[in-house]
């Protein structure tokens, strides 16, 4: 069992930055690819971004260029770091980890950008 604690959201004006932090209990952290979902009011929970863990990432095409997934090993945390947000990123993001075929979720955070 995988339990992930996420932490950082917030409100923010179009234009502005937030990082988002989810730590993971349990050894199968660095082994584990772990990411970030996001749900909009109304719509389904889509991806934003993955990191491997061997640090390969992957983004939506929405988010390019302007968020950025790391991982910290010695801490189990994995961060997402959104510069330049936009109205349309408002969403509850979610922290996500996939091992030994199993998918894990945290509760998720509140993420409002105004315009």
């Known amino acids: 069992q995988v339990q992930m604690v996420e932490s950082g959201g917030g409100s923010v004006q179009a234009g502005g930055s937030l990082r988002l932090s989810c730590t993971a209990s349990g050894r199968t952290f660095r082994r584990s690819v772990m990411g970030w979902f996001r749900q909009a009011p109304g719509k389904e929970r889509e991806f934003v971004a993955a990191?491997?863990?061997?640090?390969?990432?992957n983004y939506a095409e929405s988010v390019k260029g302007r968020f950025t997934i790391s991982r910290d090993y010695a801490k189990n945390t994995v961060y997402l770091q959104m510069n330049s947000l936009k109205p349309e990123d408002t969403a509850v993001y979610y922290c996500?980890?996939?091992?030994?075929?199993?998918?894990?979720w945290g509760q998720g955070t509140q993420v409002t950008v105004s315009s």
């Open positions: 990191i491997s863990w061997s640090t390969s990432t």
């Open positions: 996500n980890s996939r091992v030994d075929e199993l998918n894990y």
